[in-house]
């Protein structure tokens, strides 16, 4: 009997969700939407499961490289000239510049030793997660080419964040640097790993001033190299995306190259800018260029350049100095400005 009851549940269910001959139109629709709305739960589910998978596997892969981040101190503060008897204003500890010929730091023998690839590490040191831990902390490899790190870790096994790549371009040894070396990062969204982080400097110029200095010590560098921003926008990376027009930042390398001229790679930077500063930038300076997918459009990536502090740099003036730009004064790419007009646009960094 109650097998009998059980087999009728299951029959009615059936009838009631499953289309059938002899359904009327209207009933079809109903349970077509059903069946679809199931699907797309399960698809959901699955999806979610192996996010939370991935997102895991990620933050402890983050962890345990970890292990190997320097442990540097910062450059001892420029010499005084004290000979004059007039008292001279008093400038805050800033990094001299480094010496020309440098050698491979202990802590870069152990990434080396991990992975031949290894040209330094990246970190913005203010900005933490309620743990303290930072958001951006983590080593730069250079590969043969711009793709072999966007889905490895320094294992070389799959991660979906990959791993932060130095352009492949740049010359990053013992006794030679590029003038800016720019390294690649992937926007990873919710997960929040890799370059995700970097979008909050969208938000506002507060955040600017609470976070201007991003480090960056090549694997040949024993104390801390310390950069501050200089410009932070948006960029087309296709000439369709702007009316025939492209900013090829990532291809400025040395100011020395043929082909290359300061001047009109430091006006792009800060004429497309969302804030401006009174730092003072020469081809003598050394830059860094941080790029990373942009999700407000197709087509465009996020970008912040920083300088290399010198002795002559005041970091407290330079961050003083932070303005937001009015939108009317910022070059947006024409893909942007016919989205959104010329105007600043922050979704949150996991857009």
Known sequence: MAETETKNVFKRARDYFIPKKGDSRDDVIRKVVFLFSVVVFIVSVVQLGLFLKDKGKEENYQQEIMSYAPQLNDMPAAAKDDSSSQAQPQ?????????????????GKKLVEKNKDVVGWLSIPSHKDSKGNLYINAPVVKGKDNSEYLYINLDRKYSISGTLFADYGCTIEKDKQSGNITIYGHHMGYMGTAFTHLHEYKQGVDFLKNNPVI????????????????????SNITPASDN????????VRDFTDKGT?????IENVKKRSWYSSDINCTDKDEYITLSTCSNECFGVRW?????????????????????????KDIYFPAVWTNKFGNKKVYKGWDF
């Open 244 to 251: 025939g027009t492209i900013f090829n930042y990532w291809t």
């Open 215 to 234: 480090q960056f010590n090549s694997i040949y560098d024993g104390t801390n190299q310390k950069y501050a921003v200089v410009g932070c926008f948006i």
């Open 91 to 107: 400038q805050p500890a800033a990094p001299q510049p480094q010496p020309a010929v440098r050698e491979l730091q202990d802590w």
């Open 303 to 327: 970008v912040i350049v920083g300088k290399k502090l010198t002795a002559n740099d005041d970091l407290n003036a330079i961050t003083s100095s932070y303005k937001a730009k009015p939108e």
């Open 261 to 265: 001229n300061f001047k009109d790679w």
